[in-house]
């Protein structure tokens, strides 16, 4: 089950077109609802921490759904063609902002918010859980992950180094209709590159003809795989502290380091490549410490690199992009690598039940993530609005050492937290090789 370069580079376009959404979601979110939109940090908190925890439902059943459905592209690769439209549409709404009262505006921000994550949800589950069935090599799903992260960040530096700019040109003065038409574009661009992956991609492992199985039943076999509970854990847990640092930085750089547009594309895009460059430099490490050693290693590197940001200060700009730098480098290590080990659980899963539900596992695993968006940006809207944050002003001593405590002690702590929980995992590679050879003898002992 080789993949050639076309098809690792056809699905990674598919996350270059999810991350114009991920990268916005992840660094421009609160800031758009706080200086853009008009509504308190609070507000805006508690309003994501409702859409993503609520969003993890319907998460868990979409997977459910994607692993029974049945066409001649697949089960999970229609969903590239179905949902891309869906998701532009609520892309688009989701970054308007009506010239309503301040009430209204707040319910328009839970409905649009709300439907984005469910069009996302539902185009981006199936995209995941693509990447268990392209191929059981685990060498070939390291790499396939790491060409996805790469290509991920490419949308990611698009997003987020242009994001601010074309605001500024679309809008002409006014915000509010600059970040609408940015997101217009976004989206268009979006829709062609889901559209582009459907084409490059094929599935190739599928579960046993026979296979009839139930919800509760999934669920049953889902909560009895120990290995899958470790990565839910560390979704939860890792993903709360990366929106907690993600939410910040763009109020690190502009209300703290002062930057100007210009410096903090430049920052974005050092930071993307550095991401790539992880992301692409994955065998690597796994090849001289093995998968779980080589995750584990890279959240300890990031933390140790988040956490001098606490005490650097605004003339220190080497020091910001040095730190920056080596944190990405490793975080792309992390991100190829976290995909890759869910779809090990998903082989552990077929291997020790006989059962084969690779949409249940993928949906559940974002299911935590979304758990952790909602909790990582309530806790930064809490933080900012404790720590006495106000939008479109100089802020305080106070309100600085709140938005410095976001980007740099905060998450260390938690990377190092999640370093912590993964020392348990136990799909090593002797074990991963055992799984893969006899599963590939049950399929051809099927004629499959």
């Known amino acids: 089950m080789k993949l050639s370069i076309r098809e690792k580079a056809g699905y990674g376009l598919g996350d270059t077109a999810s991350n114009f959404v991920w990268a916005l979601m992840m660094n421009f979110i609160m800031f758009y609802?706080?200086?853009?939109?008009?509504?308190?940090?609070?507000?805006?908190?508690?309003?994501?921490?409702?859409?993503?925890?609520?969003?993890g439902v319907a998460d868990f059943l979409i997977g459910a759904?994607?692993?029974?459905?049945?066409?001649?592209?697949?089960?999970?690769?229609?969903?590239?063609?179905?949902?891309?439209?869906?998701?532009?549409?609520?892309?688009?709404?989701?970054?308007?902002?009506?010239?309503?009262?301040?009430?209204?505006?707040?319910?328009?921000?839970?409905?649009?918010?709300?439907?984005?994550?469910?069009?996302?949800?539902?185009?981006?589950?199936?995209?995941?859980a693509l990447s268990g069935v392209m191929t059981d090599d685990p060498i070939e799903r390291t790499s396939l992950n790491s060409y996805r992260m790469a290509f991920a960040q490419a949308g990611g530096i698009i997003a987020n180094t242009s994001f601010l700019w074309l605001v500024k040109v679309f809008?002409?003065?006014?915000?509010?209709?600059?970040?609408?038409?940015?997101?217009?574009?976004?989206?268009?661009?979006?829709?062609?590159?889901?559209?582009?992956?459907?084409?490059?991609?094929?599935?190739?492992?599928?579960?046993?003809?026979?296979?009839?199985?139930?919800?509760?039943?999934?669920?049953?076999?889902?909560?009895?795989?120990?290995?899958?509970?470790?990565?839910?854990?560390?979704?939860?847990?890792?993903?709360?502290?990366?929106?907690?640092?993600?939410?910040?930085?763009?109020?690190?750089?502009?209300?703290?380091?002062?930057?100007?547009?210009?410096?903090?594309?430049?920052?974005?895009?050092?930071?993307?490549?550095?991401?790539?460059?992880?992301?692409?430099?994955?065998?690597?490490?796994?090849a001289r410490l093995g998968k779980k050693n080589a995750f584990i290693a890279s959240m300890v590197v990031v933390a140790l690199s988040s956490a001098p940001f606490y005490w650097i200060t605004p003339g220190q700009p080497v020091l910001v992009f040095g730190f920056q730098v080596i944190g990405m480098v490793m975080s792309g290590v992390n991100a190829a690598l976290f995909w890759a080990l869910v779809a090990d659980t998903a082989d552990f899963a077929e291997w020790k039940f006989s059962v084969r539900t690779t949409g249940i596992i993928f949906s559940a695993t974002t299911c935590a993530q979304k758990v952790g968006m909602g909790l990582g940006a309530a806790f930064a809207g809490k933080m900012l609005s404790d720590f006495g944050y106000e939008a479109n002003v100089a802020q305080t001593e106070r309100s600085i050492h709140g938005i410095l405590l976001l980007v740099s002690l905060v998450p260390a702590a938690g990377c190092m937290l999640v370093a912590a929980l993964f020392s348990v995992y136990g799909l090593n590679e002797a074990a991963c090789a055992t799984i893969r050879d006899d599963l590939a003898a049950r399929r051809l002992a099927r004629g499959e």
């Open 171 to 286: 809008g002409k003065g006014d915000q509010a209709e600059g970040a609408r038409w940015t997101v217009f574009l976004f989206s268009g661009i979006a829709v062609v590159l889901f559209l582009v992956s459907f084409l490059a991609t094929r599935e190739r492992i599928h579960p046993p003809a026979t296979q009839k199985t139930r919800l509760r039943e999934d669920i049953g076999t889902l909560f009895a795989n120990r290995h899958w509970l470790v990565m839910f854990v560390a979704g939860i847990t890792g993903i709360t502290f990366a929106v907690i640092r993600g939410s910040g930085i763009i109020y690190y750089l502009k209300s703290y380091l002062l930057w100007g547009e210009e410096r903090i594309a430049a920052f974005f895009l050092v930071s993307g490549l550095a991401m790539i460059a992880g992301a692409m430099a994955t065998r690597f490490f796994v």
């Open 33 to 55: 609802y706080t200086d853009i939109f008009g509504i308190t940090a609070a507000a805006a908190g508690t309003m994501l921490l409702f859409a993503h925890s609520t969003d």
């Open 65 to 128: 759904m994607a692993d029974r459905t049945r066409s001649r592209w697949g089960r999970f690769r229609p969903y590239l063609v179905w949902m891309c439209l869906p998701l532009g549409i609520a892309f688009v709404l989701t970054f308007t902002t009506p010239d309503w009262s301040d009430n209204s505006k707040l319910v328009y921000a839970w409905v649009t918010y709300n439907l984005l994550m469910l069009s996302y949800s539902a185009i981006n589950i199936p995209y995941g």
